[in-house]
């Protein structure tokens, strides 16, 4: 665990104005941002649709119960790829951090509004943290486990204990990560103006100085501004 965690990334940047805003995530991040989004929420309805009956109805959503288990796997193939592209540019500003323990530690200020109490934060928070390496250890269970049971391509391969296995594993991994998504979910609705980081890409100065300041105290001292548009 270190204190000197790469906070910046590129294409991070103060833009002056009024208000000041603060670019957070480019176009391509934020176009990878909602594919992997729109993978995972089309792999739950289709998962659960296999799952359980009482969800079945859901396969109409996919032209039939066929249909969904050919679509269900390719889909996951398209999570796997685009989440790790996304990974691979976030993966350093999420290294645990000393302050990270503080921040839990002091977890009741955090939700009863009160982060002056703590002490600076680089660009992400333990929560944030957490909910990354979650997604990142899930991913992986649920992409191997899933070619352990994708039997038309791979029935060969395994044994059938090894698809008992591969099968638990996958929907333990899977209830899991949809707890970990309405998480992140809540948080980013929950933090009011963090949506606009995936949808514009921009915060503003005040929502950086208030959750992320030491992010922004970085920032301003390598200079890395750019113009208003
Ligand atoms: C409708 C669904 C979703 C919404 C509304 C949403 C919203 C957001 C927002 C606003 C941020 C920016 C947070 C910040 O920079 O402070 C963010 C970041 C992120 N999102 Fe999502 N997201 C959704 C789905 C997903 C899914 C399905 C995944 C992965 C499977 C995901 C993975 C991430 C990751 C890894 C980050 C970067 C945070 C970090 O690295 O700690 N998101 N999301």
């Not at 679509?71 to 989440?83: A, D, K, N, T, Y």
């Not at 980013?188 to 300041?213: D, N, Q």
């Amino acid at each position: 665990m270190s204190d000197h965690v790469e906070e910046i990334q590129p294409g991070d940047a103060i833009v002056p104005g009024k208000p000041v805003t603060v670019n957070r995530y480019g176009p391509l991040a934020r176009l990878n941002h909602w594919v992997t989004a729109t993978s995972l929420i089309l792999l739950a309805i289709s998962g659960l649709a296999l799952f359980w009956p009482g969800l079945f109805f859901l396969t109409g959503l996919f032209g039939g119960g066929q249909n969904t288990r050919a679509f269900h796997p390719w889909i996951g193939v398209l999570l796997f790829v685009s989440f790790f592209v996304f990974f691979f540019q976030l993966w350093r500003a999420n290294l645990p951090s000393r302050v990270d323990i503080v921040w839990l530690s002091r977890i009741r200020d955090v939700l009863g509004g009160h982060e002056e109490r703590l002490p600076e934060l680089g660009k992400y928070n333990a929560g944030q943290k957490f909910i990354f390496w979650a997604m990142t250890g899930l991913i992986l269970l649920l992409i191997v486990s899933g070619i352990g049971i994708w039997d038309q391509y791979f029935a060969g391969y395994f044994s059938i204990t090894a698809r008992r296995i591969a099968v638990l594993v996958h929907s333990i991994a899977a209830v899991l990560i949809i707890c970990v998504f309405i998480l992140h979910v809540y948080a980013a609705i929950w933090t009011r103006g963090t949506l606009r980081a995936m949808t514009r890409g921009t915060v503003t100065g005040g929502w950086a100085w208030r959750h992320h300041r030491k992010w922004l105290r970085e920032l301003a001292g390598q200079r890395k501004t750019r113009p208003a548009k």
